[in-house]
């Protein structure tokens, strides 16, 4: 009656009159069983294949799509059923149960026989479409024959989503109210009514793709009541008793009743066709995110190589300044310590020339004194020896006889002068090889000091090369550094064994002028003291050269163990940490360059203080040589006494010969000061050049 009088079924009352024509059981045992399930994995990408759909409605027909798969096999081959599902689940809203009911209700009441072609569209409702258009339109059957694929291509274009792709939602509402309550097969007679209303469209095509347009954007304009009327006397003529068959209800077990009829071995066939392109798909997906990742990878790593090119860049940059301001503190130190160094020899060469100064006033002083009291002692001689002839007849016997006593003395002495002399000499020779030893042992240590800085260069470089030239200029530095410290060395060693040579000579003739001045019993005890003095002073080397070998050798030591971490830690740190690196080795080379003037002002202070204690010696040996000549003064008094007593006039003579070598041997003590003083002027030029 409602359908009669409005044409429709209420909107406020249509889902509730749909489950009683349906007779929805709503089981909530069997829906639940199915639900459980999740979602089946043909509907998984849902969300992608229909972007523009709500997520909650795509979630809800997602849901619901799979309860019918889990149900229905067949559904899950079936590329239609979103299109067939679709409004149900819309018009259901949150009711996923009655949705499912509903839609599950049509396929067994509704639309039986839906699937019994499956793959191929239901052929047997399909011929009653074409038989239908080609009684009542032979024309747009023909044209549909020869142009558009068949009748039945357009009417299964209709039927397959169940009228949801041609019609707006109230008129799908109102012919689902008639396909509910009307006879049976009035959904095929619906869509032969509806091909026959737009004949005129249609015969206008001439594609089947055209046709499928046509009819959604061109259905939507026909009255749909028309239709219907059409569809109701349609079916009024094709579909008599034989389409009456006894409902089928979803009943209230734990399951519902399957699907039928349905070919089992299409349904599998076509499943394993849609898991095996599914299968690809997932391929073809994992392959295109592998690729997509893979080129992410390598936009990261282009990225991260102009990050380390930059890094690099600015690195080399801060490397060149920080290596700049080095070579300028560098210059700087090197300047005073230059400076510093001719500071000192100039210094050393005053002091030097004041104490050579004092030597010379102090030898030319006593040369004055010993010539006017050699002159005394001439003109005393002179005058003794007129004395002496006319006393000579008388103590002829007593000087011949002193005589003897005096030859005696004097072979004597000089046997015990001859001995000293050679003793002196054997311990002069003995303290020229400690000493030269000790050059040795300085050139030695300087070379293996030199040999421990080669070592250390080469230790730099093969570090330098490890790190694939990154540090050339590292390697340059300790190269640089190690030359220097090498020639540095050699210069010590240079101007050490100067100073030894120097040193050796003026010892040599300070003991010349001792032992022409002093006797034989002073020149052993002299020489026993330079022996001991030069013993003391080559331990004293020893010491020094062990000590600075060892400081060096622990410093090589400190500077290799420091290399082996720099490089362990360059290895192991970022590219933020080489500059902070960078600056410890500038300030451990900066405090190496400190210590090594440290160790350069130690040893010009210890080179002074020995200097200073050479020239305490030499004061020390003029007092001596003062005391000396006043006890040789002393003995020419006593000769004076003896010389006053008559003597023999051969006497007379060997006392002249005596007085004669003793002004010889002066002359030669002058000679050797003047030799001295060359010596000390070529030692001030000397330290004047360095």
């Known amino acids: 009656m409602l359908l009669e009088t409005y044409g429709e079924l209420p909107s406020k009352y249509r889902l509730l009159i749909w489950r009683t024509l349906l007779r929805l059981p709503h089981n909530r045992l069997a829906y639940n069983g199915l639900r459980g399930r999740g979602t089946h994995p043909a509907f998984a990408d849902l969300r992608a294949r229909f972007p523009g759909l709500a997520p909650t409605l795509c979630a809800r027909l997602a849901r619901t799509l799979s309860c019918l798969t889990w149900w229905a096999p067949v559904l899950a081959e079936d590329e239609h059923a979103p299109a067939l599902v679709f409004p149900f689940v819309k018009l259901f809203h949150a009711d996923d149960l009655g949705a499912f009911e509903a839609i599950a209700a049509v396929l067994l009441n509704v639309l039986p026989g839906w699937f019994e072609t499956f793959p191929s569209p239901p052929m047997r409702l399909l011929a009653v479409a074409e038989q239908v258009l080609a009684q009542h339109d032979f024309e747009l059957s023909r044209h549909t024959d020869a142009h558009l694929g068949g009748c039945w291509r357009c009417a299964w274009f209709l039927l397959r989503s169940a009228f949801s792709e041609c019609l707006e939602r109230e008129d799908w509402l109102k012919v689902w109210d008639h396909l509910l309550l009307g006879p049976p097969a009035l959904a095929v007679c619906m869509a032969a009514a509806l091909l026959m209303h737009c004949r005129a469209q249609l015969l206008a095509v001439r594609s089947p793709a055209a046709a499928e347009l046509l009819l959604r954007t061109s259905a939507c304009c026909v009255s749909v009541d028309t239709v219907l009327q059409s569809a109701y006397k349609l079916a009024a003529v094709h579909c008599g008793e034989r389409w009456k068959a006894d409902p089928v209800a979803l009943g209230c077990e734990t399951t519902y009743p399957p699907l039928a009829p349905v070919p089992d071995a299409e349904v599998a066939r076509a499943a394993a066709a849609s898991e095996a392109q599914r299968a690809r798909e997932l391929l073809v ?74 030597t010379q006033r102090h030898l030319l002083r006593e040369k004055e004194a010993w010539n006017a009291q050699l002159s005394r002692l001439a003109r005393d001689v002179s005058a003794r020896h007129a004395e002496l002839h006319s006393r000579g007849a008388a103590a002829k016997a007593e000087a011949r006889l002193g005589f003897l006593e005096a030859e005696a003395d004097l072979r004597d002495s000089a046997a015990d002068a001859a001995s000293a002399h050679a003793a002196a000499r054997r311990r002069l020779q003995a303290e020229t090889e400690a000493a030269a030893a000790a050059s040795r042992l300085r050139a030695a240590r300087f070379a293996r000091q030199a040999q421990v800085g080669e070592e250390q260069g080469r230790v730099a470089r093969a570090h330098a090369e490890s790190r694939r030239g990154a540090m050339a200029a590292a390697r340059q530095e300790a190269l640089a550094f190690a030359a220097a410290r090498q020639a540095e060395l050699q210069l010590q060693l240079a101007e050490e064994d100067a100073v030894a040579g120097a040193m050796r000579e003026r010892v040599r003739r300070e003991a010349a002028l001792t032992e022409a001045a002093l006797t034989a019993a002073q020149a052993e005890a002299e020489l026993q003291r330079s022996a001991a003095a030069a013993s003391a002073h080559a331990a004293r080397a020893a010491a020094a050269a062990a000590a600075d070998s060892d400081a060096f050798r622990s410093s090589a030591q400190r500077r290799i163990a420091a290399l082996a971490a720099a ?53 020390s040996l003029g007092a001596a040589e003062r005391s000396r000549d006043a006890a040789m003064h002393r003995q020419l008094m006593v000769a004076n006494v003896h010389v006053a007593s008559p003597v023999h006039p051969a006497v007379g003579g060997d006392l002249t010969a005596r007085i004669e070598r003793a002004r010889v041997e002066l002359a030669k003590a002058a000679r050797e000061a003047e030799e001295a003083e060359e010596t000390a002027e070529a030692l001030r030029q000397f330290l004047a050049r360095e």
């Open 567 to 619: 490089r362990e830690a360059s290895l192991q740190a970022s590219l933020e940490r080489e500059s902070a690196r960078f600056a410890m080795d500038a300030a451990a080379r900066a405090s190496q360059i400190d210590v090594a003037l440290a160790e350069r002002r130690a040893a010009l202070a210890a080179a002074d203080a020995q200097a200073e204690a050479e020239a305490q010696r030499a004061l």
């Open 285 to 358: 997906q994992r392959s295109e995110r592998l690729a997509h990742s893979l080129t992410g990878r390598v936009d990261r790593t282009a990225a991260m190589q102009r990050a380390w090119e930059q890094e690099r860049d600015r690195m080399q940059a801060v490397r060149a300044e920080r290596s700049a301001a080095k070579e300028a503190l560098e210059q700087g130190l090197a300047a005073r310590a230059a400076t510093a160094q001719a500071e000192a020899l100039e210094a050393r060469a005053r002091a030097l020339d004041a104490r050579n100064g004092a």
